[in-house]
T-cell receptor, first 111, second 115 residues
């Protein structure tokens, strides 16, 4: 069935280092891939998204790359700060109008 | 711009009881989604509305879950009767368009504990 897999489940980095989270998806027809940040007690918040007509998108310290052939996409956070600590979810929009989320990555940035 | 509002924020009930959650989407947003987020997992879509019509409810356990959006604005999600495995955070999201490619804005969620 339609599925999104996300790795790693937990990630710990030192402040200033980079963090990379990777996701794979099952449906080659998917063409929209958002990333969400969820802080404790809050709902997910969109931080960046990418559509299948581009391979990379960047917004300040955050970038997302997409490889449609391999059906995987990644989130890159550079110069991490303690306030980047949260749970990050990738997602993919499937052809039947369904958005599927990965299981999440808990990122901890140590000061 | 006000965000998506949800209430209550927390609810504790016993199994076999019923419970209802309320969502008020961002003003003007035609599409409304209800998600279930079990601890340690990503959100799972339960139902999607466009205005007051259902677009997708294929993952809604219809024997116990129901949802409505009668006037195309506010929505309620009901569980009757609740089971232990229904313990989760119920998230409401809204978007300006029909397609999931439109940005979805999430509310803070209602945390349900079924004892």
């Amino acid at each position: 069935g339609e599925n999104v897999e996300q790795h790693p489940s937990t990630l710990s980095v030192q402040e200033g280092d980079s963090a990379v989270i990777k996701c794979t998806y099952s449906d080659s027809a998917s063409n929209y891939f958002p990333w969400y940040k969820q802080e404790l007690g809050k709902g997910p918040q969109l931080i960046i998204d990418i559509r299948s007509n581009v391979g990379e998108k960047k917004d300040q310290r955050i970038a997302v790359t997409l490889n449609k052939t391999a059906k995987h996409f990644s989130l890159h956070i550079t110069e991490t700060q303690p306030e980047d600590s949260a749970v990050y979810f990738c997602a993919a929009a499937f052809e039947n109008n369904d958005m599927r989320f990965g299981a999440g990555t808990r990122l901890t940035v140590k000061p | 711009e006000a965000g998506v509002a949800q209430s209550p924020r927390y609810k504790i009930i016993e199994k076999r009881q019923s419970v209802a959650f309320w969502c008020n989407p961002i003003s003007g947003h035609a599409t409304l989604y209800w998600y279930q987020q079990i601890l340690g997992q990503g959100p799972k879509l339960l139902i999607q509305f466009q205005n007051n019509g259902v677009v997708d409810d294929s993952q809604l356990p219809k024997d116990r879950f129901s949802a409505e959006r009668l006037k195309g604005v506010d929505s309620t999600l009901k569980i009757q009767p609740a089971k232990l495995e229904d313990s989760a955070v119920y998230l409401c999201a809204s978007g300006g368009g029909v397609s999931p490619e439109e940005t979805q804005y999430f509310g803070p969620g209602t945390r349900l504990l079924v004892l």
